[in-house]
């Protein structure tokens, strides 16, 4: 690969010898060749565009958490509300018993 730099100052990179294929194509195939390598270009472009643009990154992510955290609320209402009051009242209960005992055994621990 070499770099060449054009008439009108634009480097270009390629190889240094004309591909012998071009000469061989019909104009419309060069045409379609072109029309594909331009499709390439563009889409390379907006690959890298995207990349650089953290800002609107962060956004799409925080917008996918959200989303998430939207889902498991709803899971988590949906649950209680099928699960009998006095079964997650104890649930509840012994989380926070344990909680605290941690807490407890932790501060002991510490002094």
Known sequence: MTTKRTNDGVDVIGSAEPQQDNEKMSP????????????????????????????????EKAEQL????????????????????????TTVGGVAAGVLVLRLMKRRKDK
């Open 66 to 89: 959200r989303e998430k955290a939207q889902l498991a609320v709803g899971h988590a209402v949906d649950w209680a509300r099928t699960v009998d009051r006095k079964k997650a009242a």
């Open 28 to 59: 419309e195939e060069l045409r379609e060749d072109i029309l594909h390598t331009r499709a390439q270009l563009a889409g390379t472009v907006d690959a890298l565009s995207y990349k650089l643009d953290v800002k609107a990154r962060t956004k």
